[in-house]
């Protein structure tokens, strides 16, 4: 019982509260006054709101594909190395242990336009080096390489481990009747994965919507006109910049809402295609 209790108030109270100050101009040093949806209707009007979507868009694409689709094909080729797999496992795996702010010195470092060694890089094959960091086109990706580099090993590692409980039988039965590699990959593997891919898949939509740390540290949602702006950026500078506190709670109900949506809908889906293949 004092669990619960303890768990309740840690977890539920903030949601409690923040959806109370949605409804509320907020005073730090005074009373707060209630202003009904006012806050509700400044978000229409937010120009923040078109360019925070278009970001959270294209945050996902680049999240989708560098860490999504590309730890599959590692998994498979390091399931098919027959020497050194704990060595590799290792490696990508190293990583996700490093904390999120020496991270971001260290690939400040690789992405500075002057000295970084990706530029360094480039130059080595006459390749102009970049603005990685302050180039608008080129933002976004550089981030979600950071947020992907973090999280590669983990995310391969899952591949991986349900790979290998595809049993070896069927492998090698289709191996008998002449399957190429890329027909065992696509009739044997890619369906046995298909559930932990549907899986991470809303699991690395949720997380890159609620993505912070990243920006925050390299960019502060710029460069320019804020082309790395993420929905809890925004909620953070809202809250601690202007402290705008029940504006800040708006924005945090709302994304809260469409986070719960959006996992309903996946375990909706889910269940139906589920029920259809037990049918």
Known sequence: MPAIIVFALVAWYPIVRA?????QEVSLIGESKNVGFENYELMKKDPARKIIFE???EFAS???LLGYAVPVVVAILVREIRFGKGFFRIVYFLPSVVPVSIAVIVWRFIYDPDSGILN???ELFGIKGQLWLYDPKLAKPSIVAVMTWGTFGTTTLIYLSSLLDIPTELYEAAELDGASPLMRIRHITLPHLAPVMSLLFVLQI???VQVF???FLFTKGGPGRRETLTP???IYNRAFGRADMG????WSVVLVIVLVAFSTFYQIVNRRIAARQEN
């Not at 959806?19 to 409804?23: I, L, P, R, V």
């Open 206 to 208: 949720l997380a890159v």
């Open 247 to 250: 504006y800040a709670a708006a």
């Open 55 to 57: 970001n959270s868009i």
């Open 19 to 23: 959806f109370q100050m949605s409804f």
């Open 232 to 234: 809890v950026l925004h």
């Open 120 to 122: 360094e890089f480039l």
């Open 213 to 215: 740390t990243e920006p």
């Open 62 to 64: 680049w999240s989708i």
